[in-house]
C-alpha cells in the first residue's frame, strides 16, 4: 500500500509542476496549436552480466514533414540487481527547428533508473512502478552552448497472467536548467500504450503520447502515435 501512495503521488507532482508552469503564463496565451505526428523505432539491445547495450534508430514526422531522425547508443548496468540501474546514452540527431529547416544535434544523457513491483498475485501478475531521472545536454553543432535539462519519467506497467500484452500508461517532466529559462519546464508527456511479448528475443510496443508545448506562443499541443520493434540478442 505505501507502495502503491507513493507511485500515485510522484503521478501527481510530475502533473502539478506542468500545471503550475501553463498557469503561469496563461493570461499571455493565444489559443493553442495542435498537431500529428507519428515515432517509428528500431532498437538491437544485448545483455551481459554486468551490463546492458543498445542501439536505436528512430524517425518521428510531425503534420506532413519529418521532425527527427535519431540514432542512439545506450549503456547501462546494475547498481541493484533488478531495482536500481546506472544509464548513459548518446545521441546524434537530425532534427527540425522550423519548418522545412534542419539541424545536426548531439545529445547525451546521465541518470538512474528503476522498477518497483506494486504488487504481484500468484498467477504471476501485477503492477510495476518504473522510473528514470535524467540529465540531459543537446548541443547544436556550431553552437558551443548547450542546452540542459533534467528529465524525470515515471510509468505504471501492468503484468497480465499467461498473456502476452503488457499495458502501460506513464509520464515524463522536462525541466530546463540554463540559458534564459532556466528553472522553468519546458514540456510534458503523456503515454499510454501496450508492449506485445513475440518471444524472450522479441517485442513490439505501441504507444499514443499526448504532448504539451509549455513554452511556446501560443501553447502546443501534439498528439504522437509510435510504433517500435525491440530486438535482444
Known sequence: ????????????????????????????????????GTM???SIGKD????RATIQQSVFTI???MERAMSILSLDAPIVKNHLRVNALGFYLY????????????RYHAGLSGATPLFKTAQGGGITFTWAERFESTYVVGNEVPT???RTRIRIVGNIPQSKFQPFIGSEFFLILNKANAGRGERLWYDIGVTYVIDKNNKI???VREEQLMLTTPKQWNTNIGFAYKVTL
Open 148 to 150: 540542459n535539462k533534467l
Open 95 to 106: 532534427y527540425r527547428t522550423a519548418p522545412g529547416q534542419y539541424s545536426h544535434l548531439l
Open 1 to 36: 500500500m505505501k507502495k502503491h501512495i507513493l507511485a500515485t503521488l510522484a503521478l501527481l507532482t510530475v502533473a502539478l509542476c506542468g500545471h503550475a508552469n501553463e498557469t503561469e503564463s496563461n493570461a499571455q496565451s493565444e489559443s493553442p496549436e495542435y498537431h500529428i
Open 48 to 51: 551481459w552480466k554486468f551490463l
Open 40 to 42: 517509428w523505432d528500431l
Open 63 to 65: 503534420d506532413t514533414e
Open 205 to 207: 510496443e505501441l504507444l
